[in-house]
């Protein structure tokens, strides 16, 4: 089985100022690892995720996330944040391979300030 | 990236009625088909994985026989809420894999918001 952790329920962040959101995870096997933005109202989009290979993985709009096996963390950050990214963040995990099922963490409420 | 299809989106319906949401993969075939349940301000809860051709696999504490899940082809599965009430009221999620390969991300409906008065 396996968990994840977002401390961070709501993360209030002026408009382009840096931004990081944590998670962590725990499991006995190897993973695969997401985050999904949720805007209010509607489903889940997925943001990024790492299967394999490069640590570092990137979104098509700024964002982007790393890897750390060792500290069991996929932490979200964007250099510089905009109005549009206000919405709920969500990390998941999955068993690497098969159709495994995703767990989600609690969320993180991100709320860009003008 | 492939689409899946939650009908409908938004549903009222009284206290003892019961109600079909249906989750459909467009564009691809899914084996398994995933069913969550969201209560306002908190994650999202696996309910169910709906395997096609066979019977849903519940996690413990759902019960099975007030959320019927059938997952009659591969592009189809449909939640029932039996009888529902108004402690049923939720958002409801699908999500769906392809069936071609294990490593692939899971993709989510669009949600259906379930008010039962």
């Known amino acids: 089985a396996q968990s994840v952790t977002q401390l961070d329920s709501q993360v209030p962040v002026f408009e382009e100022a840096p931004v990081e959101l944590r998670c962590n995870y725990s499991s006995s096997v190897s993973v695969y690892l997401f985050w999904y933005v949720q805007y209010p109202n509607q489903g889940l989009q997925l943001l990024l995720k790492?299967?394999?290979?490069?640590?570092l993985v990137e979104s098509i709009n700024g964002f982007e996330a790393e890897f750390n096996k060792s500290q069991t963390s996929f932490h979200l950050r964007k250099p510089s944040v905009h109005i549009s990214d206000t919405a709920e963040y969500f990390c998941a995990v999955s068993e690497s391979g098969g159709y495994q099922k995703v767990t989600f963490g609690t969320g993180t409420k991100l709320q860009v300030i003008p | 990236g492939a689409v899946v299809s939650q009908h409908p989106s938004r549903v009222i319906c009284k206290s003892g009625t019961s109600v079909k949401i249906e989750c459909r993969s467009l564009?691809?075939?899914?084996?398994?088909m995933f069913w969550y349940r969201q209560f306002p301000k908190q994650s999202l809860m696996l309910m169910a994985t709906?395997?096609?051709?066979?019977?849903?696999?519940?996690e413990q504490g759902v019960e099975k026989d007030k959320f019927l899940i059938n997952h009659a082809s591969l592009t189809l599965s449909t939640l029932t809420v039996t009888s529902a009430h108004p402690e049923d009221s939720s958002f409801y999620i699908c999500?769906?894999?392809?069936?071609?390969?294990?490593?692939?991300?899971?993709?989510f409906g669009q949600g259906t918001r379930l008010t039962v008065v």
């Open positions: 999500s769906a894999r392809e069936s071609s390969g294990g490593n692939t991300e899971a993709f």
């Open positions: 709906s395997n096609e051709g066979s019977k849903a696999t519940y």
């Open positions: 564009d691809f075939q899914a084996t398994t």
């Open positions: 790492y299967l394999s290979g490069s640590t």
